[in-house]
């Protein structure tokens, strides 16, 4: 059984399984549907994963630079693809410490990257005269006591 054309090869449904996911929720419907595209890339060493409520960008904040110290945030707009798949994006966030605190305002375009002194946030998606879009560092917060 195949619920969904994109549904993976890799996951198995039993027949008998009662429907809880409903139009209203489209998240919902892509995982209980289990629609992927799987790819492989190398990124920073990601600390965890967001995905907006609307399902159009994923981000991952890490750690890169000399010795994985440099906080990084790594994001990819999931309705925008290349030849290749995914095209990921990666900020140098310029915190003081590693972003281990993340959210994504999907209304707004806004991903927040933290650590313990500073919120940042960052616009995706501000289009550029050669057409590409680019990502805009919008707000900083002191969070420090």
């Not at 996951?11 to 492989?40: H, L, Q, W």
């Not at 190398?42 to 994985?68: E, F, Q, R, T, W």
Request: charged share 25%; aromatic share 6%; proline share 7%.
């Amino acid at each position: 059984m195949k619920p969904h054309p994109p549904t993976t090869r890799l996951s198995r449904f039993k027949g008998d399984v009662s429907v809880s996911a409903t139009s209203d929720s489209p998240i919902a419907n892509m995982i209980y549907e289990a629609r992927c595209e799987i790819t492989s890339q190398s990124c920073s060493v990601p600390l965890h994963l967001n995905m907006s409520s609307d399902g159009a960008i994923l981000a991952l904040p890490g750690m890169g630079g000399y010795k994985d110290r440099c906080p990084v945030l790594r994001y990819y707009l999931l309705d925008e693809e290349t030849d290749d798949g995914l095209n990921p994006r990666r900020i140098n966030v310029g915190l003081t410490d590693i972003a281990f605190h993340s959210g994504i305002d999907a209304s707004r375009k806004l991903v927040f990257v933290a650590d313990r002194k500073r919120i940042k946030s960052y616009t995706w998606g501000i289009p550029m005269d050669d057409g590409h879009l680019r990502t805009l560092p919008t707000h900083t917060t002191d969070s420090s006591s």
